[in-house]
C-alpha cells in the first residue's frame, strides 16, 4: 500500500524548499500567469526551474496551477507554457478546465492532470466522468463530509485528494461572485478580495437595523481535519492538502512538520492516542491566527462553522526568528529577526530535523559585535547562543 501523500502550499520559492523540507511530500505552487492566486508573490520561470531540482533532491513532487476559468484570450501562449513544465520536469497541473486536458495530453503527456476543488465534484459519477476525460487525479470538493469522502473512495479507481487545512470559502467553493460584484476582481480569475470576511452594516431598505457596534461578518472558520486524518487513511484517499498559498514560512513549517509527524506516527502504531492527538492539536494551534473548525467532515453545517459579528482574523507574533547558521564550536546561531522578542525572553526551536526545544535569550549581538537586548527590527541578521544545535531553516518562536 502506497503511503498517504503530504501535499503543501508555496507562494514563492523560499516557502516552497521551507514546506519539502519540513516534510511535504509535494507542493502546489503557482506561475506567473493561470493560477488562482494572483496576489501571492508566485514562480517565474526560473523559479519552477529551480524547484524542480531542489524537489528532486528530497524525493518531493512538483504540482502547477493552472486553474483558473478561461476565457478564451487566457489560451495564448499555454501550448508553450505547458511544453516547458514538460521539460523541466513539473508532475502535475491542477485545472479547472476540462479543455485543458487534450492540450495537456499533446503538449506535455508526462504531466498529470489534476482536476481543481473548483469543479466541486461530490460524488463517485462526477469523479468517474472525469476520469473518462482523462484526469489522473481528482480534487475533492471541500463541501464533502468524511463519510461521503469514504463512499466516493469506495466506488472509484483514481486518486483523490483532500483538503485537511486552512482557509474554508463562506460560500460554495469556485461559485462566490461577491469579490466579481464588490471589487472587479474575479475570484475565478485569481484575484479574489475575500468580501466574505469584510464587516457589514445590515439595511431594511434606508432603516439601518443592525447594531452598529458589532458589524456583520459572512467568514467561515478555518478548516483544521487533524482528527480525521487515521479515517482519511483507511479510506483510500490519495493525497492531503494544506491550503495557504499566501501563508508565511512559519505556518507552512509548523503546520507541515505537525502533520508530517502524525501521518508518520499513524502508519507506525496504527491509531493515536488521545494524549498524542491532543499533542498534534496544540502544535497546529501554534500556526492559527483564526479559530478553526472540522468544517463539512462531520457531516454537520450549522452556525458554529462561521464567524459573525467579527472576521477572527488575527496576527500572531509569535514567530521570532529564522535561522541561517550555526557554529557548534561557538554555539552561536545566525538569525535573522521576524518578530520582537528581547533578552530573557523564553524561547522555543523547531525544524525539519529538530523536535521543540526551549531555551532563554541571552547573548545577541549585531554584525558590529555590538550588544543586543532588543531584537525589534524585523529582517536584521542577528548572532544569539543557542546552547544545542541548530540549522539552516530551524525557526525560533516565543515559548508558550
Known sequence: MNKIELLAPAKDLNKAKIAIMYGADAV????KFYSLRSRASNFSNDDLKELTAFAREYGAKVFVTVNIVFHDDDYYGIREYLRFLEQIGVNAVIISSLALIPIVRQEAPHVEC??????SSLNSSAVRTLKQFGADRVVLAREASMEQIRQIAAKVSIPLEVFIHGGMC????GRCVLSNRMTLRDANRGGCAHSCRWKYALYDGEELISDPECLLSMSSKDLRA???IESMIASGVA????????KSEYYIGQVVKTYRQMIDE???KGSLSAERQAYYDN???KAENRPSDDGFLSGDCDNSKHLYGINGA????DYVAFVHAYDERRSIALVEVKNIFAKGDELEAFGPSLDNVRFKAELMFDDKWITVDLANKPTQYLFMRVPFVTAYGDMIRKAV
Open 239 to 246: 493525497s492531503l492538502k494544506i491550503e495557504g498559498r499566501m
Open 170 to 173: 463562506s460560500n460554495f467553493s
Open 28 to 31: 502546489y505552487v503557482g506561475g
Open 266 to 268: 499513524i502508519y507506525e
Open 314 to 317: 488575527g496576527v500572531t507574533h
Open 283 to 285: 502544535e497546529l494551534s
Open 114 to 119: 489534476h482536476i481543481s476543488t473548483q469543479l
Open 226 to 228: 487533524s482528527a480525521y
